[in-house]
């Protein structure tokens, strides 16, 4: 069993939607990372949190780290936000990712 | 600073050759990642150094691969007698590690293809 499990493994919405994924962790974490690739592999650290709950522009991040669950939300969807977004939890020395879910916005 | 470097971006090779990769971490990072990703999958820890000492190691990083940071700085990655299985996308990482939780910067990542 993966330790970070992400869902769900593809998603599709229309331009404007609410976006939620989620991204769960059997394991201690001293950090839970968001991170998006684009095709070309290219990938870009979104948020990095332990607690809480953190916002950037149209992204919201929230761990709740008695329950090991992590979401990742986005507001008011673009075509642009296409993309592979990965959970990543970080501990000690080392990261476990998630095998990403792959999100679609279409026009 | 441009950010993490990695050089080739795509290599394609026939399966018995060698390959090195090289990375370029942000320049003040002291820990340096290695990750293997394949189409459809996460990235899949290789290894990770503190400056230049290598700290640990997956077991997926078989004895055909060897990665050095001989000065702290740049690192490579080596994969000697490569085969197919080997065709993946090798990634960098770096970051500053300050107490706990250090955001992690990602290179652009090395494409292999073993033909």
């Known amino acids: 069993k993966n330790e970070v499990e992400q869902s769900p493994q593809n998603l599709t919405a229309q331009e404007g939607e609410f976006i939620t994924i989620n991204c769960s962790y059997s394991?201690?974490?001293?950090?839970l990372h968001w991170l998006q690739q684009h095709p070309g592999g290219g990938i870009v650290s979104l948020f990095m949190l332990s607690s809480g709950k953190k916002k950037h522009g149209r992204l919201i991040a929230t761990i709740n780290i008695q329950e090991k669950h992590s979401s990742l939300h986005i507001t008011a969807s673009h075509p642009r936000d296409s993309a592979v977004y990965i959970c990543?939890?970080?501990?000690?020395?080392?990261?476990?990712f998630g095998a990403g879910t792959r999100l679609t916005v279409k026009p | 600073d441009t950010g993490v470097s990695q050089d080739p971006r795509h290599k394609i090779t026939k399966r018995g050759q060698n390959v090195t990769f090289r990375c370029d971490p942000i320049?003040?990072?002291?820990?340096l990642y290695w990750y293997r990703q394949t189409l459809g999958q996460g990235p899949e820890f290789l290894t990770y150094?503190?400056?230049?000492?290598?700290?640990?190691k997956s077991r997926l990083l078989s004895d055909r691969f060897s990665a050095e940071r001989p000065k702290g700085s740049f690192s490579t990655l080596e994969i000697q007698r490569t085969e197919q299985g080997d065709s993946a996308m090798y990634l960098c990482a770096s970051s500053l590690v300050q107490g706990s939780g250090n955001t992690i910067y990602f290179g652009e990542g090395s494409w292999l293809t073993v033909v």
């Open positions: 394991v201690g974490i001293s950090a």
């Open positions: 320049s003040e990072h002291n820990r």
């Open positions: 990543a939890a970080g501990f000690n020395n080392d990261m476990r």
């Open positions: 150094f503190q400056n230049e000492a290598q700290l640990e």
